[in-house]
């Protein structure tokens, strides 16, 4: 049980990933050629489903999770269960939380490949669109297994008795987890801000593109030769919004706020300063182009800013100052300065860093610190072009270890409630199979499973 609540957290893991794999199977021509391994109610797995998710559960698992076709096809099987069953059940999923789902996966992907274009071109969609309609398909279809696995285990509880019982168990097998070492991480940033002078100089010259596109120029051309957007070379600035796009806010409220044709004022983000012209609604798109020009940061100012942060840096490591009063007073970071600093672990969610699943040039500076310890100043850029020194204390530490009931008591509940959970769903699972048309293919029907999927008497 243990190695299968483990199989399914990488699956759910890998869900999108492995569509994205699978993207040129879902082709017409493709379809009918790809082999049908079963088919639940209304939904059907194929074969290539099967191997595509044996390669992702190993591949997340970096090798440590080896799954047979048979095991994997059964984990797919229950999936595609509960989806159906979600369905019967009446669950609800609203077209907004499916369109966040797929805007930020979106944005995922884009961050991977560095344009939605280039997204689009290496898994063969027609357009922004044709990958929206299959990135729906599939969120769908998750969101429903998510709320009907919510239905079935909602008021799933472990008592701290339970707690104990499971590890002496895990204990006794000689079966107690390995936890990887994991660290907490703050940061002080201190950032090279453009002089007004400069700020004016980007403001004066965005109005005088602004006069110039009124005066009939073309907003495209204007963009390639003056905009500091990396995408303008393949889109010319032009993009299509809405308000649930993981745009900037300010990007948002300026293209729903102009009437088409309109030519906006220069305004300011994170990223600079924009200027922005409307040029189409649909519904609730629009579409808009843009020209982003960044101010620009001087040497000498980069200079002083390195020297900044040195010296605070240095007041800490002599005393004169401690860590989290350094932050508060100083840091320019918005989005620490009021926790003390501290760093989000932005796959995770969480404060704590797998100190084996890190950036390897964030694992470069810190996996040799120990606690209290500071990294030396370094330069960094964020995306929105911003230049900054900055430098990482490490907060807290722990090396990589066998469980402890005490030290990774939350850690233990977890798994004993994920593995209480998991039991509920597979009790479910075995009483709905009965009542659920299932039609699996001879080469399949081969294979053992936990759970009677192919029906036989006496089981």
């Known amino acids: 049980m243990q190695q299968r609540t483990t199989i399914l957290k990488f699956i759910k893991t890998a869900m999108l990933v492995a569509f994205f794999g699978l993207a040129s199977t879902y082709t017409s021509a493709q379809v009918k050629i790809d082999g049908v391994a079963v088919v639940i109610g209304k939904n059907i797995v194929l074969d290539s489903d099967i191997e595509k998710f044996k390669q992702e559960v ?47 996966s979106v944005a995922f992907f884009t961050e991977q490949f560095g344009s939605v274009d280039k997204v689009i071109k290496a898994y063969g969609f027609n357009d922004l669109d044709d990958l929206k309609k299959e990135l729906y398909s599939v969120q769908s279809e998750n969101v429903l297994i998510e709320k009907e696995q919510l239905k079935i285990t909602d008021k799933i509880d472990v008592t701290p008795e339970e707690v104990r019982l499971y590890y002496v168990g895990l204990k006794n097998a000689g079966e107690l987890p390995e936890f990887s070492a994991e660290i907490e991480l703050a940061q002080l940033v201190i950032k090279a801000k453009p002089t007004e002078e400069e700020n004016q100089r980007i403001i004066d010259k965005l109005n005088e593109i602004k006069q110039q596109i009124e005066d009939g120029a073309n907003f495209k051309m204007k963009a390639i030769i003056n905009s500091d957007d990396p995408g303008v070379t393949s889109n010319g600035g032009r993009y299509e919004v809405t308000k649930e796009s993981q745009f900037i806010k300010e990007f948002k409220e300026m293209a729903f706020s102009l009437d088409v044709g309109q030519v906006s004022k220069p305004f300011k983000s994170d990223f600079g300063y924009h200027l922005m012209q409307l040029h189409e609604i649909k519904g609730n798109m629009r579409i808009a182009s843009h020209i982003l020009m960044q101010p620009n940061v001087p040497e000498s100012l980069l200079s002083e800013t390195k020297a900044k942060a040195e010296e605070i840096a240095n007041d800490i490591k002599s005393g004169k100052i401690t860590f989290t009063e350094a932050v508060r007073k100083y840091s320019d970071d918005e989005e620490t300065k009021n926790d003390d600093g501290l760093l989000m672990n932005p796959y995770t969610g969480e404060n704590t860093w797998d100190l084996t699943r890190m950036d390897p040039a964030l694992y470069a500076r810190v996996a040799e610190l120990q606690k209290g310890e500071l990294t030396d100043v370094f330069f960094d850029e964020n995306r929105s072009g911003e230049k900054m020194y900055k430098f990482i204390v490490m907060r807290d530490r722990t090396n990589t270890h066998t469980a402890d009931l005490v030290n990774d008591y939350v850690k233990v509940q977890e798994l004993a409630l994920a593995k209480k959970k998991e039991e509920a769903i597979t009790k479910w699972a075995k009483e709905k199979i009965s009542d659920t048309y299932i039609k699996m293919s001879d080469e399949h029907r081969k294979c053992t499973f936990e759970k009677n999927w192919k029906k036989e008497t006496g089981k």
Do not use: F, P, Y
């Open 58 to 104: 190993e591949v997340r698992s970096e090798g440590k999770i080896k799954i047979s076709d048979c095991e994997m096809l059964e984990e797919l099987m229950q999936q595609k269960l509960l989806a159906h069953h979600a369905v019967i059940d009446s669950v609800t999923v609203s077209d907004e939380e499916i369109s966040n789902r797929v805007e930020r």
